[in-house]
């Protein structure tokens, strides 16, 4: 399957010197076959190992790679939304550089557009997840439905959007647990179509997870709250 559309893949990565290698050229590989024209974005968050460095040098022998150096560690959800600014593609979507999700099951996603805005990929499987990490993602589902009603099962995994519609949505949210969920919440408002599809999650082979601290979920519920009082003054 190839497709004359445009795709662009952004990588937040922050000390992943064991994993980004592999998951580039991976990345590289799946979507050389299914695209003319593609790219892949790392938004390399002042990582202390080695991470710049491969990351530069991935870059240098890859046409298709680019590098955003952050000046200093801005966290996940603000690299996101760096690397959404700087697509190009026409289809867009993020991935961890630690690869949760297997690139190879893209092809799986692709048949949901044209016809779809977003399409939200919802973990079928949480088991390689620790017990807090299940709390908290508990946690956070049940105050998105207290608070949005919202039918969608998992907001904080992969997307793949069209990015018209990124460019029409502004994000006030930082943390990296509810920026996804605050573009979703305002497409929906705004009538895009969005569907959802259940795919595995992997777990990491290698480095050492960055995600669901307390502080992490501390910002992100302060951004919950914030975009709630917004979202019921609309």
Known sequence: ???????????????????????VEESIQVLHSLFKSFEIIIVEDNSLDKSPRIADTLAKNNPSVKVIHNPINLGQGISLLIGLKKANGELVMHNGADRPFNIHDLNKILPLFPEYDIAIV??????AYSFWRKLSSWGNNLLRWLFFGLQFSD????????????????????????VTQELILKAKQKGYKITEIKLQYYRREAGTSHHGKKRDILWALIDMINFWLEFKIK
């Not at 190839?2 to 994993?19: G, H, K, M, P």
């Not at 919802?122 to 088991?127: E, K």
């Open 1 to 23: 399957m190839e497709t004359n559309s445009q795709f662009s893949l952004i990588l937040a990565c922050y000390n992943e010197e064991d994993n980004l290698k592999k998951t």
């Open 122 to 127: 919802s973990r079928s499987n949480r088991a």
């Open 155 to 178: 907001l904080n995994f992969v997307q793949v959007y069209k990015k018209e519609l990124i460019k029409d949505i502004s994000i006030l949210s930082r943390s990296a647990a509810f």
